[in-house]
């Protein structure tokens, strides 16, 4: 009776039990073929080129013809003259150089970012006037950057409106050199052209925040500082990530914003770069490219070490 009896229940257990694994694999299945477009186009346009710059990078080149041989020449010259002496190297140099701008101008983002994103957030109701504003923050980007930087000229040069103004109040004796074709001028520069990457995902960590947590924080007698600090503020921290890690990489790949604000004075990875595909340098170029493409990886994965986002989100 028992040799009867038990076969029947596994019988009907396999039937639901095939059915699901025949579910989950159609979607499976499905969500593949979703994602295979998005992968298709990540893959042609990122994936391959990576690749095809990583191998020319160890190719072989001269004066007058690039060379499809292996060899670690380009990557010596990068670093060539780090390892042997007391002085900084040039790569060293430029690249200090460049984190510098990539600092000032993530610490000036950030402070503007989130003051603009938290006047939005908890200040502005009003869905349609919230619109209007971000509209506001984004009708710069309907120029090109170039439009934009040279516009600053008129403002920070020698006989400027920014010196003409302060030598007419009586504030200074003569212009000012250094607001034009210096560091200054390209922090300025960058912070104009990058600022709007920081507010847009901090207002979106903003906007989820629940305003019940808000009330409850005040209601236990939080100063506003205490709430901005133990409560908006950890609840940003994706947004901040997500915008650090836009302005981080948009600084240190950059080259025009340097090369005109600069005054193709100051030196950066992303000029250099420019400058031997200028000369058709090709190997070489590619080979700063790597090193820069690492060195950028790495204050990511930085980033991401501080702050989970795949928890976070």
């Not at 603009?116 to 090109?144: D, E, M, N």
């Not at 240190?252 to 340098?281: E, N, R």
Request: hydrophobic share 50%; net charge positive; aromatic share 10%.
């Amino acid at each position: 009776m028992t040799e009867i009896v038990l076969p029947a229940p596994a019988l009907a257990a396999d039937k639901p039990q095939t059915s699901l694994n025949a579910g989950e694999r159609r979607r499976r299945r499905r969500t593949y073929l979703q994602a295979a477009p998005m992968a298709l186009v990540f893959l042609i346009f990122l994936a391959i080129p990576l690749l095809l710059t990583l191998m020319v990078s160890f190719w072989e080149y001269n004066e007058y013809e690039i060379v499809p041989a292996f060899t670690l020449q380009n990557y010596r010259d990068v670093f060539e003259g780090c390892l042997n002496g007391s002085d900084l190297c040039t790569t060293v140099r430029t690249y200090l150089s460049t984190l510098k701008f990539c600092a000032l101008t993530w610490v000036c983002t950030l402070l503007i970012g989130f003051t603009v994103a938290y006047f939005l957030a908890f200040h502005v109701r009003s869905r349609t006037t919230q619109t209007v504003l971000f509209l506001i923050c984004t009708i710069p980007f309907w120029t090109s950057n170039v439009i934009r930087m040279i516009s600053w000229i008129p403002l920070l040069g020698r006989n400027g409106l920014v010196n003409d103004t302060l030598q007419s109040l009586g504030l200074i004796r003569s212009p000012i050199e250094g607001l034009l074709y210096s560091d200054f001028s390209v922090t300025l520069a960058f912070v104009h052209l990058y600022t709007v990457f920081m507010i847009v995902p901090i207002f979106n960590s903003m906007a989820r925040i629940d305003r019940a947590l808000i009330e409850a924080s005040y209601d236990a007698g939080a100063t506003g500082w205490q709430t901005l600090t133990n409560v908006v503020i950890p609840l940003c921290k994706p947004g901040i990530a997500i915008g650090s890690i836009f302005v981080v990489t948009l600084v240190m790949g950059d080259f025009v914003t340097v090369g005109v604000m600069g005054g193709q004075q100051i030196a950066s990875v992303g000029k250099v770069i420019q400058v031997q595909m200028s000369y058709l340098q090709f190997p070489a170029a590619a080979a700063n490219a790597m090193v820069l493409l690492g060195a950028v990886m790495l204050m990511i994965l930085g980033l991401t070490r501080i702050i989970d986002l795949r928890r976070e989100l």
